[in-house]
């Protein structure tokens, strides 16, 4: 059953809040860990303008700008790159916290990712990863390149044994452009030893337009979205490795890469319902990962084909489920329906899959809140998403009561005074202590840290 946009607001009470939003909230938080009341909080209160013009924030939070695209790195490397995307934080010494941020690179990226003897996998690719060392007062102690020569580095994930997966949102082959190589893989990035990063493809994890990773500690499986541009949409995967929990390069040993498939569901844009149910989903193996001819989405997956979705972007694990988001659905671009925005989890244990959240916007054309991307649970007992749509553009955070607030906005203005336009929030993520939370602005590209009364 599909519903209007002021069906949502009705029902949610979310009016003004610029998100609104059905089904079951609680659910996505599990697994979280939460100093919060289980019933959560309603938000820290409106945000205040920031007479530096960079980051509204509510009252008693304040941030410090780690690093800004342009500006030298610490390591002497070259610029800190440009298109600043995917990130986590991952436990340093002596209370520090290392970042491992993604560079989302194209052609027209004003500033590459310096490639690095060592950890270049293919000059002719500009994106890339760069490492931060910071402490709890915002001092940044090493920024360095963590890994080169990869292309469109969008998001990723970290893995149960503290290294990121980068993710290339790509599917171009040696030739194109100034490629030496084939693109669109997955690599491994240790966050704390750049010797230790190895620049070569995971081959067996698959070819094609990835976007976010999320890995079971259980078992190591990993799951995978992808973020294709045209019709067909993308698939969402798993990948079982021959070497589960092996640690720091064991999945080069390799593994099986499979896709979803609900049956007599080609397209998840026409579950329209919060709740909707699917028991014993099918997964099905890809017959080509590399993709030497053919893209995996439009590969023979043999008898009732395989389940697609568009804008399949941020994933994570919680308690014995992975979550994805398709960030939209729009059927003039050839989805089968329209919806502003989908969380989805998955429950290997019952191959249960179900239909979490549905994102609807505002009026309030300065807040859309449609299109959540990267997404990542609080440890204040609530969700933080950033919002990449129209117009202003917010971390959003949701409570355990449903209620939807702002945390943070953009006020870069990278368009004009008389049509304003404002980067995209990216890799939200909070230090081990859960003190801070980190946050990028794709463009210009800039990391903030985040401190405040969280336990209020």
Same mark, same amino acid.
């Given at each position: ?5 002021? #069906?949502?607001?009705?029902?949610t ?8 939003? =059905?089904?079951?909230v ?9 100093a919060a009341p289980?019933?959560g *909080?309603? @938000?820290?209160?409106p945000?205040?303008?920031d007479?530096?013009?960079?980051l509204?924030?509510?009252?008693g939070? /304040?941030? !410090? ?8 790195? /610490? +390591? ?10 995917g990130?986590?934080a $991952?436990?340093?010494?002596r &209370?520090?916290?290392?970042l491992?941020r993604?560079?989302?690179?194209r052609p027209?990226?004003? *500033?590459?990712?310096p490639?690095?003897e ?5 000059? @002719?690719?500009l994106? @890339? ?5 910071v402490d709890?007062?915002?001092r ?7 890994i080169?020569? =990869? ?7 970290? %893995? ?21 190589k084939?693109?669109g893989f997955?690599?491994e990035?240790d ?17 094609f ?7 079971d500690?259980?078992d190591?499986?990993?799951?995978? %979205?992808e ?8 698939? $969402? ?5 021959? /070497?589960?929990r &092996?640690? $720091?390069?064991?999945?080069?040993a ?8 609900v049956?007599?569901?080609p397209d998840?844009s ?7 149910v ?5 997964w099905?193996?890809?017959p080509?990962p590399?993709?030497? #001819?053919?893209?995996i989405?439009?590969q ?7 389940t ?22 729009? =059927? ?5 329906a ?24 505002d ?6 809140g449609e299109?959540p991307?990267?997404?990542?649970l ?10 990449? @749509?129209?117009?202003a #553009?917010?971390v ?6 449903r209620?939807?607030y702002p945390?943070?906005?953009n006020?870069?203005?990278?368009g004009?005074e ?9 890799g ?7 003190? =801070? ?5 794709? !463009?210009?590209?800039? %990391?903030?840290?985040? %401190?405040g009364?969280? +336990?209020?």
């Open positions: 059953m599909s519903v209007s946009r002021r #069906q949502l607001l009705a029902r009470g979310a009016v003004g809040a610029g998100i609104a939003f =059905t089904g079951s609680e659910q996505l938080f599990a697994g979280a860990a939460s289980a019933g *909080h309603d @938000g820290y209160g945000l205040v303008p007479p530096r013009g960079l509204d924030l509510p009252r939070f /304040r941030y !410090t700008v780690l690093s800004r695209e342009g500006e030298p790195l /610490r +390591s002497g490397e070259g610029a800190v790159p440009s298109h600043c995307d990130m986590a $991952f436990p340093g010494r &209370g520090r916290t290392w491992v993604n560079h989302e690179n027209d990226a004003a *500033h590459r990712v490639a690095v060592g950890v270049t996998y293919d000059p @002719g690719g994106g @890339g990863c760069t490492a931060l060392e709890a007062a915002g940044v102690h090493t920024e360095r390149v963590a080169a020569g =990869t292309a469109v580095n969008c998001a990723g994930g970290p %893995t149960p044994w503290n290294t990121w997966l980068t993710c290339e949102e790509t599917e171009d082959k040696a030739g194109t452009g100034n490629y030496t084939d693109h997955i690599f990035v966050p704390y030893d750049q010797g230790r990063t190895v620049p070569e493809p995971l081959t067996a994890m698959g070819r337009q990835h976007e976010a990773i999320a890995v500690p259980r190591g499986t990993v799951y995978e %979205t973020d294709a541009f045209e019709k067909p949409f993308g698939l $969402f995967y798993r990948f079982l490795p021959e /070497r589960p &092996g640690g $720091f390069g064991s999945l080069r390799g593994g099986r890469l499979e896709a979803l498939c049956p007599g569901v998840l026409v579950v329209q319902e919060p709740g909707t699917f028991d014993h989903v099918e099905k193996k890809v080509d590399l993709a030497a #001819q053919t893209p989405r439009f023979d997956f043999g008898s009732g084909g395989i697609h979705a568009q804008k399949l972007e941020g994933c994570y694990w919680g308690g014995d489920r992975v979550y994805f988001v398709s960030s939209f659905a729009k =059927t003039k671009d050839g989805s089968r329209d919806h502003f925005g989908q969380v989805w989890s998955y429950e290997p244990r019952h191959r249960r899959l179900t239909l979490v959240i549905v994102f609807g916007p009026t309030d054309l300065e807040k859309p299109s991307d990267n997404i990542c609080a440890p204040q007992g609530g969700l933080m998403v950033c919002e990449d @749509g129209n117009g #553009q917010h959003f955070g949701v409570s355990r009561r209620t939807v945390m943070a906005r006020r870069q203005n990278i004009t008389t049509e304003p336009e404002w980067g995209e929030f990216a939200v993520t909070f230090s081990p202590d859960n003190r =801070t939370m980190y946050v990028n602005v794709y !463009t210009p590209g800039t %990391t903030f840290a985040v %401190t009364p969280w +336990s209020r």
